[in-house]
């Protein structure tokens, strides 16, 4: 039995595999007061790796971020090993070798016969099964995930995976040691994709079918969700720096351990891309051109409308009073009017026709059925206080006078306005309330809790808040509506609804708890 609690500093660190993560993970380690040994079958890739750490060290001191003799006390506690027996003395063995079942299982059942029985063995993978992993070795209650983000030293999370037989104290002693190395760990169980892969895949899966319905080019669809979602980067920026041979193979990898399950289905799309070469910055093009000729695509913006002398806003909370708010300091006489039925929860009133937030149906088809012919639908923002761009439609059947209004309007505020083609539930909204869909089911399965799928998803992608707690800010049953409507208009089982969603929508208690 391990004991639980983080690894004493005089604790040996082992860390197999010299590449960029490898190397990574045993700076962190060193950094943290630990004696490393780095090893890789290629010959020298060890001594080379340790000396590009090294030389990491004397440039942060350098820069003021630690001191001189930190740096080289650090230094001096990373050495290769020549061979694996080297690291017989470890206390913890991280394996970062290729992503690749059969190697890392044999990597393993050679190191159990080298290290103590008490020796724990993690393994950085990204997405495999840490129980299939350890699934025949001798102790396979020490073997443990220990999933760092690229780059380990800048990153701060790390996801500690038990598979089937790890033993909680395992966990727990990689828990604490991850804390005390600097890092936020999270727990999370052995299942496709942990929690930041699985819960990732619809911020690329809904940007993909967006593109694939034409409903605007990438650059647009990037700026719109850095702008209004305030997210870091773009789907499709992202997915050319990951590389999509990278993202590609992660979503294959986890539509095929869940036997196909229609809510992880890869892109055709992407596989196109792929299957030309086109693999993003690595290779020059990907969604988008990186030539040094190459000019940085614009996002497509609506000309200048002239602004309007005075709305009319039904309803007094929700979106739609924000953005009034906004659209009164430009100088807009804003009217209040009696609540509208069809838009319980606000909406703005423009030269007879309405502008209202998007609520998972195409604005045709809800035009339709509350008998509005002009209508124009604007996506949701992470805080529509200080987004600088939007993106709406209309439906089919909407006057130019009505629309031109609408953009004015928007304009006014000091919002860029990107428009879409009439798809269902916009961009932001459809995105957002699919990583929700998404984290709910992993909380509801077990695989983790909801205060670690949130942190998980702000540290380890940089998103500007946890979906569950963006949920609640939102509101649980507003998004309920826009996944049953998404269900409706697409007919698939890749929009059905997290059971805990429709539980928390009748108790009403929030997700993020």
């Not at 005089?10 to 090893?39: E, P, R, T």
């Not at 990107?418 to 077990?446: F, H, I, K, Y």
């Not at 909801?450 to 507003?478: C, E, F, H, T």
Request: charge should be neutral; include cysteine; hydrophobic fraction near 50%.
């Amino acid at each position: 039995m391990v004991a639980s609690g983080a690894l004493l500093k005089d604790a040996i660190v082992a860390v197999i595999g010299a590449g960029a993560m490898g190397a990574g993970i045993a700076q962190v380690a060193a950094q943290a007061g630990h004696s490393v040994l780095l090893f890789d079958t290629r010959l020298g890739a060890a001594d080379e790796a340790c000396r590009t750490i090294s030389a990491t060290f004397d440039a942060l001191a350098a820069k003021g971020k630690i001191s001189a003799e930190a740096a080289r006390s650090a230094s001096r506690r990373i050495a290769a090993a020549s061979v694996l027996p080297d690291c017989a003395s470890a206390r913890l063995v991280i394996e970062a070798i290729v992503e690749d079942l059969a190697a890392k299982r044999a990597l393993l059942r050679e190191l159990e016969v080298i290290v103590t029985p008490e020796t724990i063995l993690a393994s950085n993978t990204s997405s495999l099964s840490i129980t299939a992993l350890a699934a025949g070795l001798q102790h396979p209650q020490r073997v443990v995930g220990m999933h760092f983000f690229n780059p380990a030293p800048v990153l701060p999370l790390v996801e500690v995976v038990s598979g089937l037989a790890t033993d909680r104290a395992v966990a727990e002693t990689v828990y604490a040691s991850a804390a005390a190395w600097g890092k936020l760990p999270v727990h999370a169980s052995s299942t496709p994709g942990f929690i930041v892969n699985r819960c990732a895949r619809p911020f690329y899966g809904e940007a993909l079918r967006l593109l694939s319905e034409r409903a605007a080019d990438p650059a647009t669809l990037d700026a719109v969700m850095r702008e209004a979602g305030s997210f870091r980067m773009g789907p499709f920026e992202l997915m050319d720096l990951i590389g999509l041979d990278v993202n590609f193979a992660v979503t294959r990898s986890v539509w095929d351990a869940y036997f196909h399950d229609p809510r992880y289905t890869p892109s055709v799309l992407q596989q196109e891309l792929v299957a030309a070469g086109f693999l993003g910055r690595k290779s020059g093009r990907g969604f988008f051109s990186y030539g040094a000729d190459a000019a940085k695509p614009k996002p497509s913006t609506q000309p200048p409308h002239p602004r309007p002398s005075m709305i009319r806003v039904c309803g007094d909370r929700g979106p739609a009073a924000a953005l009034a708010r906004r659209i009164a300091a430009s100088g807009v006489v804003v009217e209040r009017v009696q609540a509208n039925g069809a838009f319980a929860d606000g909406a703005i009133s423009i030269d007879g026709g309405w502008l209202a937030l998007t609520d998972g149906r195409t604005a045709t088809s809800r035009g339709e059925a509350i008998g509005e012919r002009d209508l124009v639908l604007f996506d949701l923002a992470c805080d529509y206080a200080t987004c600088t761009r939007l993106a709406v439609t209309r439906a089919d059947t909407c006057n130019e006078r009505t629309w031109h209004v609408a953009l004015g309007a928007l304009q006014a505020a000091g919002i860029a306005v990107s428009a879409l083609d009439d798809v269902a539930g916009l961009a932001v909204m459809r995105t957002v309330a699919m990583l929700v869909n998404e984290a709910a089911d992993a909380v509801t399965q077990g695989i983790a809790t909801a205060s670690d799928v949130d942190l998980a998803m702000q540290k380890g992608v940089n998103y500007p808040i946890g979906p569950l707690a963006w949920a609640d800010r939102i509101g649980v049953a507003r998004l309920r509506d826009v996944i049953a409507h998404l269900a409706a208009h697409y007919g698939e089982d890749r929009y059905r609804m997290s059971p805990l969603i429709v539980r928390r929508c009748v108790t009403g208690q929030p997700l993020a708890n």
